[in-house]
DNA sequence: CCTTGACTCTATATTAACTATAGACATTAT
DNA sequence: ATAATGTCTATAGTTAATATAGAGTCAAGG
């Protein structure tokens, strides 16, 4: 049994991370020693554990709440954790594209700058002005 | 001069983003009819225009504010200007790196999915043990 | 024994960029 | 006249934490 802050530390998180993923329903509520002070065990770490690194994945904290229910039931089949991470990836793809988009419009607006004053400055130009602007196709 | 419904279809916006971006200081306060009702000019609708064609370039509301102010200042060297768009880039790449890392991470967990039961589901197993998790270098 | 420092507790506010909601008043259309 | 739409203010919710305030607890050193 320890405390907050050794479950933090062996999770490598912050303390007030674990509280924020009880109040979350994250973690379970732990059981409390006599000072009122939070008493974990190595059930808890592993679970923190596996929070932690759901999150490392950049998977979001609902969906993580979803693999944790799933987990408790072990003998269902798990096309629904397979489901998870390829709706995840999907998302990833299309943030790709969105980001590789615009760092192209940017590197664009920056290339036309000519270093003089800010009235001549062509990225404040373009960007006043959405309709001459060389990034095309990002407002329908 | 129109109002705030007109102003926000003008510049493919809410209304409540209209008044939002008030709040924040980045369009100035606007002259107000007999019913208390916002009216604004084009160089109302030109600012909220600049504002949002920021945004779909990702570039944030501070930053915008700067660019605000710069605009200010025709006579001024539009180096400030080419810094923001700079360090923008910049993140933006660094992002880049961090989603196609994740993609790849969760490409592999699912890659050695078997469909079968939960306890035996390697995606729940290696995102339940990060030490053999083939995720490698993202936590330090 | 007392104090200092480190740890824990709760509760609330902040972050980014909006979106949503509620309740009230004004305007426009039928 | 009535109904639908537009506008107003103020407040809360979203994500995943982080920061802060104020109070109680614990272990070690003087």
Known sequence: MFKIGRLAELADCQVVTV?????EGLLEKPTRGDNGYRLYGPADLERLKFIRHCRDHGIALSDIKELLKLRQTPGENCQPVDTIV????GRLEEQLKS???????LV????????G???DC?????LSDPDNCSCGEIRE
């Open 99 to 105: 980001i590789e988009r615009l760092r192209e419009n």
């Open 108 to 115: 664009n607006l920056k290339g036309q700058c000519r270093s």
């Open 86 to 89: 390829s709706v995840l990836i």
């Open 19 to 23: 509280r924020f993923y009880e109040k």
């Open 122 to 126: 062509s990225i404040l130009q373009k």
């Open 117 to 119: 004053t800010i009235a």
